[in-house]
């Protein structure tokens, strides 16, 4: 069984940064994509980041140029550091990763808990 955890949200005033963190923990053979989405209330979820095992890295349009993705394979961790934040940036941010287990051949979608991220003006 594996499981993600987000840590790192809060509240933060308009053009400040925050970093986020995902680890991932259980028992996990390789993970493949991760990713950062974020949820504003009364909105659909959206993909903000993605990066690949080997750093490949993907950003919606209204964050690129302000946020960046990374991860540490060492740690099963991936991160996002966010900066310049805007009021419209404020959303239930959620660590999504591809993860195969030991032992198991296929991989599995797995989703963290989710943290707040409030950006006041």
């Known amino acids: 069984q594996v499981q993600l955890v987000e840590s790192g949200g809060g509240l933060v005033q308009a053009g400040g940064s925050l970093r986020l963190s995902c680890a991932a923990s259980g028992i996990i053979f390789s993970i493949n994509v991760m990713n950062w989405y974020r949820q504003a209330p009364g909105k659909q979820r959206e993909l903000a980041a993605t990066i690949t095992r080997g750093g490949s890295t993907n950003y919606a349009d209204s964050v690129k140029g302000r946020f960046t993705i990374s991860r540490d394979n060492a740690k099963n961790t991936v991160y996002l550091q966010m900066n310049s934040l805007k009021p419209e940036d404020t959303a239930v941010y959620y660590c999504?990763?591809?993860?195969?287990?030991?032992?198991?051949?296929?991989?599995?979608?797995?989703w963290g808990p989710g943290t707040q991220v409030t950006v006041s003006s």
């Open positions: 999504n990763a591809d993860i195969s287990s030991w032992g198991v051949t296929t991989f599995k979608d797995y």
